[in-house]
């Protein structure tokens, strides 16, 4: 089981930058696929980056390719999403996901567990 609980959220202009953090409880946490979503009012809840357990591959969507960056410290348990350039399109509530193993890194049903989500609005 992995509990999982993002922070980092906030109210940004356009052009400006944050960083979010996703804490995981687990010791295991380690061999967990992690991801990031986001939804926005009216839409659908759409992928945003992944990171595999050793870090060794990144996906990430098309939006937000050179904007953003996924990372992870394993040691400390913790997952990262550094967002750049920030766009109002890019205000949404944005979930931490995480799974031990993941056919389609971009679909959201392959993720077992889920963030409860932290609010990023950026103004224009």
């Known amino acids: 089981q992995v509990q999982l609980v993002e922070s980092g959220g906030g109210l940004v202009q356009a052009g400006g930058s944050l960083r979010l953090s996703c804490a995981a409880s687990g010791r295991t946490f380690a061999l967990y696929r992690m991801g990031w979503f986001r939804q926005a009012p009216g839409k659908e809840r759409e992928f945003v980056a992944a990171i595999t357990w050793s870090g060794g591959r990144l996906d990430y969507a098309d939006s937000v390719k050179g904007r953003f960056t996924i990372s992870r410290d394993n040691a400390r348990n913790t997952g990262y999403l550094q967002m750049n350039s920030l766009k109002p399109e890019d205000t949404a509530l944005y979930y931490c996901?995480?799974?031990?193993?993941?056919?389609?890194?971009?679909?959201?049903?392959?993720?077992?567990?889920w963030g409860q989500g932290t609010q990023v609005t950026v103004s224009s």
């Open positions: 996901t995480a799974a031990r193993n993941v056919k389609s890194p971009i679909s959201a049903g392959g993720y077992d567990y």
